[in-house]
């Protein structure tokens, strides 16, 4: 693995120049660029203090179906369920009965957001549905929606297709 110098914060230029020399160095032109080994993101699991909190909260506020509820395999008393985001997603989460996981916090090579993409039309009725529910939130941009589930994640409904971000291609 490469590893390289962090750019110096007292430089305003550096960290712009430093993604520009790795966008030239690693990002190909889609033309050129191969096929991913992924067929697709299975699932992401989070934590779950509460699972029926969890299931109100994705289920009947967002609108995400409830697709299963199983025992978690690898913690004897803990579920695991998930929940359908579309086109043959998942979110999935799994609760820890009698282990103290403590709130949760974005750390280095933790979790800072999901980002969910929603039609426009759905996500609009879905920003007053947090409205209604009292669940805080805030828009960006007009197209991003931000806000904590009941165990604190940052989850994001964005209603740009998939394979955009605010008109840009990422994909």
Do not use: K
């Amino acid at each position: 693995m490469t590893t390289t110098t962090p750019p110096d914060p007292a430089d305003p230029a550096g960290p712009a120049a430093d993604r520009a020399r790795i966008r030239a160095r690693h990002l190909h032109p889609t033309a050129e660029r191969p096929a991913s080994t992924a067929r697709g993101l299975h699932h992401t699991a989070l934590i779950s203090s509460d699972v029926e909190a969890t299931i109100v909260f994705y289920q009947d506020v967002l609108g995400f179906p409830l697709t299963e509820l199983i025992e978690n395999r690898d913690y004897a008393g803990s579920s695991h369920f998930f929940f359908d985001i579309g086109n043959g997603n998942l979110l999935a989460f799994f609760d820890f009965p009698g282990l103290d996981v403590g709130p949760y916090a974005e750390v280095l090579g933790g979790l800072h957001h999901v980002a969910i993409s929603v039609e426009p039309a759905r996500w609009e009725r879905l920003v007053e549905r947090l409205t209604a529910a009292d669940v805080e939130h805030v828009v960006h941009s007009g197209v991003s929606v931000y806000f904590r589930d009941p165990d604190g994640a940052r989850i994001e409904l964005i209603a740009d297709p998939l394979g955009e971000m605010y008109g840009e291609h990422v994909l």
